[in-house]
């Protein structure tokens, strides 16, 4: 019998299923592709339902499935093995939203001008503002805040410690804040 044409599982599919995973955890292969592709179709609808991210999902489910099949030696099956699985994809998809939030956007144009600023005054102003800071704190502010480099990237760029870059990319900031705070040297009082 091929694993393509595995039989379903039986009519008490929650206990099969338990089965699977109890074998699976005691290293037989076959009941981990059983248990997998039984499962598969589930794992997705719920991680699609929680996430709204129909292109992502493939990625979540794969997440779902890594994190169980590792941590598959703890399961001692007093509950469903698809409950268990069900609340390791819902951590899957928080851990996924927590990180996306986090995350620095990316700017997909080399031309990051146009992108950060809509219109022409600002992009003028952005520009000024980058350009009265020291070369070094703009090159961390620019490639970290506004092309969404990896602090660690830039360090090695710049060829020093992480912690330098963020140092410069915080008094960039603190920089451009103040610069941003005080009232235009035109503006009449």
Do not use: N
């Not at 290293?27 to 991680?47: E, I, N, S, T």
């Not at 990051?112 to 009265?132: H, K």
């Not at 920089?175 to 009449?188: C, G, H, I, R």
Request: net charge negative; proline share 7%; charged share 25%.
């Amino acid at each position: 019998m091929t694993v393509s044409t595995l039989p379903p599982p039986c009519p008490d599919a929650d206990a099969s299923l338990t089965a699977w995973a109890l074998s699976a955890r005691d290293g037989d292969p076959v009941a981990v592709d059983r248990w997998v592709r039984a499962l598969y179709r589930d794992v997705l609808r719920y991680v699609i339902h929680l996430s709204a991210d129909p292109q992502g999902a493939d990625d979540l489910v794969q997440d779902t499935f890594v994190r169980a099949l590792g941590s598959l030696h703890r399961f001692e099956g007093r509950s469903s093995s698809r409950a268990w699985l069900l609340t390791i994809a819902r951590r899957a998809v928080v851990d996924s939203h927590r990180r996306a939030a986090v995350r620095p956007r990316v700017c997909d144009s080399d031309a990051w001008e146009a992108v950060v600023a809509p219109g022409f005054e600002d992009g003028v102003l952005l520009l000024d503002l980058l350009a009265a800071l020291p070369p070094e704190r703009r090159e961390a502010f620019v490639l970290t805040q506004i092309a969404g480099w990896p602090y660690e990237e830039v360090a090695v760029r710049s060829g020093c410690p992480v912690g330098t870059v963020r140092s410069r990319v915080a008094r960039a900031r603190a920089t451009l804040a103040a610069a941003l705070a005080e009232p235009p040297a035109d503006a009449v009082a």
